[in-house]
């Protein structure tokens, strides 16, 4: 429940960057873009498959075994695992998400 409440407010709020850009600009394709890398943006960080990246990065080129996924059902059920922190994630997120911030403020901004 705590996640459909985290992506609905990220909905509003990206709602509320597409009608700002769209006053600013008076661009309907900047507010498409928007609305496009807002989407984006939000479906990388609230809605992976958790039970996927819980792994070893080496074995991220290969399909979820249902005793993996049970696994990770077990270790999880008493702590909330989206408050970890993995190093190679964070630095990939970061990458991804400052180029794509780079490039939308370029195209708004123009």
């Given at each position: 429940m705590a996640e459909d409440a985290a992506l609905k407010s990220s909905l509003v709020f990206l709602a509320a960057a597409v009608?700002?850009?769209?006053?600013?600009?008076?661009?309907?394709?900047?507010?498409?873009?928007?609305?496009?890398v807002g989407v984006f943006a939000i479906a990388?960080?609230?809605?992976?498959?958790?039970?996927?990246?819980?792994?070893?990065?080496s074995r991220w080129i290969s399909p979820v075994t249902e005793?993996?996924?049970?696994?990770?059902?077990?270790?999880?059920?008493?702590?909330n695992p989206r408050f970890r922190i993995y190093p190679i994630r964070l630095v990939v997120y970061a990458i991804v998400y400052s180029?794509?911030?780079y490039k939308w403020w370029k195209f708004v901004s123009t």
């Open positions: 009608v700002l850009v769209g006053i600013s600009t008076h661009s309907f394709k900047k507010m498409a873009v928007t609305y496009l990388g960080i609230l809605l992976p498959d958790w039970c996927f990246f819980d792994r070893n990065f005793e993996e996924r049970e696994s990770y059902r077990i270790s999880t059920a008493s702590r180029v794509a911030l």
